[in-house]
């Protein structure tokens, strides 16, 4: 049986063509047929280009509606999808090209310079709201394909995500882990033909790309196509809208805004959270004004959805809910034994949505692996009484910036090897805005007149903003407990004593 992704949208594709896939707002309307044949012809194009099973497909380009027949060609030709994120610079880029080797890399025009000397393996094409040079080779090209059966585990995609030692892992995401988690949401969330979603995340993660567009696709519904989240833009759109997907920054920034209120989401059944946890006071003031309760779930790069709070039922702020169906959580100690319910522990999840492991990283394959085959998130939590769980913090001490992560160590590597630094520690603070904002504290060596300004403009010719610094604070050592460890935790409570009130 062929276990493509492709194949399942097909089969729940409305009989209809004409109906609307893909909305721009004031621009162009995609309906199922042609967003069909388009995904036809760039298959056709990537197997022109050398192209064969199970080969790479990366992706950096900025939010078009034309990237979504692109990821649907690289489903349908049997390759592995390798969306990147916009922001990567040089330093990043080279590690990924060089880590996945994509056959094929798709990128924005003006970063064909860039990527063309970084990606010399691979056939690198450009595309942007014009189409660029990977449309041009779809015009002569048929608008059908057949579609290459694929097996369960087959790989579908593989997102990096950063590892506490700087190197990214990437995840190996199968047809079968994409498709058990789409069916999951869509039932859990009744998503229907009738839904009209409001897409404003970006496409390049977990959530934009699989969460929002598979429950689309495997509704038939619709989306209204927003390049980037703009508050002011998500309001005037949101009376035409049915659900509407989120970082808890998205909420915050709606609260903000004096035209949210019950009259501009009388449409909308359904809003979700996550990528970060949801502050309980923007749980409440979002409820005060428009009278919905903001549905938060947990999810993360390598599992895809893990746990929702129920469509019906009791919605309860600080809680991501309780697990999805298919999907099993438990919350144990060191030992990797299950803890009673309300006991704080590592949550570990076992299921169809769990992840193959790390593309070419065996070793971290098996160290996040549990004998008995629970994946270790490294996250922490409980389980209450009704079942619902709670996440309390997280190992490794990431940091989740705008429902992006952000790993200190990456950052902490680049910072130490600036001339004049001694070392540095990274941390996160909370941020009314971004859920959590990155701070560097760095120890200057004698004789080195390091800024603040000179430490974050350096680093963000290296890596992507959202990681930078928002802070450099410069101090005489690092505080260490006796085994010699930065106590990152002193070094957060410094920055609470030192944050002026409200």
Same mark, same amino acid.
């Given at each position: 049986?062929?276990?493509?992704?492709?194949?399942?949208? =097909?089969?729940?594709?409305?009989?209809?063509?004409? /109906? #609307?896939?893909?909305?721009?707002?004031?621009?162009?309307?995609?309906?199922?047929?042609?967003?069909?044949?388009?995904? /036809?012809?760039?298959?056709? @194009?990537?197997?022109? =280009? &050398?192209?064969?099973?199970?080969?790479?497909? @990366?992706?950096?380009?900025?939010?078009?509606?034309?990237?979504?027949?692109?990821?649907?060609?690289?489903?349908?030709?049997?390759?592995?999808?390798?969306?990147?994120?916009?922001?990567?610079?040089?330093?990043?880029?080279?590690?990924?090209?060089?880590? *996945?080797?994509?056959?094929?890399?798709?990128?924005?025009? $003006?970063?064909?310079?860039?990527?063309?000397?970084?990606?010399?393996?691979?056939?690198?094409?450009?595309?942007? #709201?014009?189409?660029?040079?990977?449309?041009?080779?779809?015009?002569?090209?048929?608008?059908?394909?057949?579609?290459?059966?694929?097996?369960?585990?087959?790989?579908?995609?593989?997102?990096?995500?950063?590892?506490?030692?700087?190197?990214?892992?990437?995840?190996?995401?199968?047809?079968?882990?994409?498709?058990?988690?789409?069916?999951?949401?869509?039932? *859990?969330?009744?998503?229907?033909?009738?839904?009209?979603?409001?897409?404003?995340?970006?496409?390049?993660?977990?959530?934009?790309?699989?969460?929002?567009?598979?429950?689309?696709?495997?509704?038939?519904?619709?989306?209204?196509?927003?390049?980037?989240?703009?508050?002011?833009?998500?309001?005037?759109?949101?009376?035409?809208?049915?659900?509407?997907?989120?970082?808890?920054?998205?909420?915050?920034?709606?609260?903000?805004?004096?035209?949210?209120?019950?009259? =501009?989401?009388?449409?909308?059944?359904?809003?979700?959270?996550?990528?970060?946890?949801?502050?309980?006071?923007?749980?409440?003031?979002?409820?005060?004004?428009?009278?919905?309760?903001?549905? $938060?779930?947990?999810?993360?790069?390598?599992?895809?959805?893990? #746990?929702?709070?129920?469509?019906?039922?009791?919605?309860?702020?600080?809680?991501?809910?309780?697990?999805?169906? &298919?999907?099993?959580?438990?919350?144990?100690?060191?030992?990797?034994?299950?803890?009673?319910?309300?006991?704080?522990?590592?949550?570990?999840?076992?299921?169809?949505?769990?992840?193959?492991?790390?593309?070419?990283?065996?070793?971290?394959?098996?160290?996040?692996?549990?004998?008995?085959?629970?994946?270790?998130?490294?996250?922490?939590?409980?389980?209450?009484?009704?079942?619902?769980?709670?996440?309390? &913090?997280? &190992?490794?001490?990431?940091?989740?910036?705008?429902?992006?992560?952000?790993?200190?160590?990456?950052?902490?590597?680049?910072?130490?090897?600036?001339?004049?630094?001694?070392?540095?520690?990274?941390?996160?603070?909370?941020?009314?805005?971004?859920?959590?904002?990155?701070?560097?504290?760095?120890?200057?060596?004698?004789?080195?007149?390091?800024?603040?300004?000179?430490?974050?403009?350096?680093?963000? @010719?290296?890596?992507?903003?959202?990681?930078?610094?928002?802070?450099?604070?410069?101090?005489?050592?690092?505080?260490?407990?006796?085994?010699?460890?930065?106590?990152?935790?002193?070094?957060?409570?410094?920055?609470?004593?030192?944050?002026?009130?409200?």
């Amino acid at each position: 049986m062929d276990a493509n992704l492709y194949s399942l949208f =097909a089969t729940h594709a409305p009989a209809d063509g004409s /109906a #609307a896939c893909l909305v721009v707002p004031g621009g162009t309307s995609i309906d199922y047929g042609t967003l069909d044949a388009w995904s /036809a012809r760039i298959a056709h @194009a990537l197997v022109g =280009a &050398g192209c064969k099973p199970g080969d790479r497909v @990366a992706a950096q380009v900025d939010k078009h509606w034309q990237v979504l027949p692109l990821y649907l060609a690289a489903l349908r030709a049997g390759l592995v999808y390798l969306p990147l994120n916009t922001g990567y610079q040089r330093g990043e880029l080279e590690y990924f090209f060089g880590d *996945a080797e994509p056959r094929v890399v798709v990128c924005s025009p $003006e970063r064909l310079g860039v990527v063309a000397t970084l990606a010399r393996g691979s056939t690198v094409l450009t595309l942007d #709201a014009k189409g660029g040079e990977l449309f041009d080779r779809t015009r002569e090209l048929p608008a059908d394909f057949a579609t290459v059966p694929r097996a369960p585990d087959d790989l579908a995609s593989i997102l990096y995500t950063s590892g506490t030692t700087g190197r990214s892992k990437g995840a190996m995401l199968t047809h079968r882990n994409l498709a058990s988690n789409a069916l999951a949401l869509v039932e *859990a969330w009744r998503f229907t033909r009738g839904d009209v979603l409001l897409h404003a995340l970006p496409i390049y993660h977990v959530h934009g790309l699989f969460v929002a567009i598979h429950c689309a696709l495997l509704s038939g519904s619709r989306m209204l196509w927003l390049a980037r989240f703009d508050a002011k833009e998500v309001l005037a759109h949101l009376p035409h809208a049915t659900a509407m997907m989120g970082v808890p920054t998205f909420y915050t920034r709606l609260l903000a805004e004096p035209g949210l209120d019950r009259a =501009a989401c009388a449409n909308v059944r359904l809003f979700v959270s996550g990528s970060a946890p949801l502050l309980p006071e923007t749980f409440r003031s979002f409820e005060e004004r428009t009278g919905h309760r903001i549905l $938060e779930r947990y999810g993360m790069t390598e599992t895809g959805m893990n #746990a929702s709070n129920p469509l019906d039922g009791e919605r309860v702020p600080g809680t991501v809910g309780p697990p999805l169906p &298919g999907v099993q959580i438990r919350v144990v100690d060191a030992r990797d034994a299950p803890l009673a319910q309300g006991t704080i522990g590592e949550i570990q999840v076992r299921g169809p949505n769990v992840c193959r492991g790390y593309w070419r990283k065996d070793d971290k394959t098996a160290e996040s692996f549990t004998a008995d085959g629970w994946f270790r998130t490294g996250d922490l939590g409980s389980f209450d009484a009704r079942g619902y769980l709670a996440i309390v &913090g997280r &190992g490794k001490d990431m940091i989740i910036s705008g429902g992006l992560n952000v790993y200190p160590k990456e950052i902490e590597e680049r910072i130490d090897a600036m001339a004049g630094v001694e070392e540095s520690a990274v941390v996160g603070t909370p941020d009314a805005d971004f859920g959590e904002a990155v701070v560097a504290f760095v120890v200057a060596r004698p004789g080195h007149a390091l800024t603040e300004r000179g430490v974050i403009a350096a680093l963000k @010719a290296e890596i992507a903003g959202f990681k930078c610094p928002r802070r450099v604070l410069f101090v005489t050592e690092l505080p260490r407990n006796a085994m010699g460890k930065v106590q990152k935790n002193v070094l957060r409570e410094k920055l609470t004593a030192t944050t002026p009130g409200p």
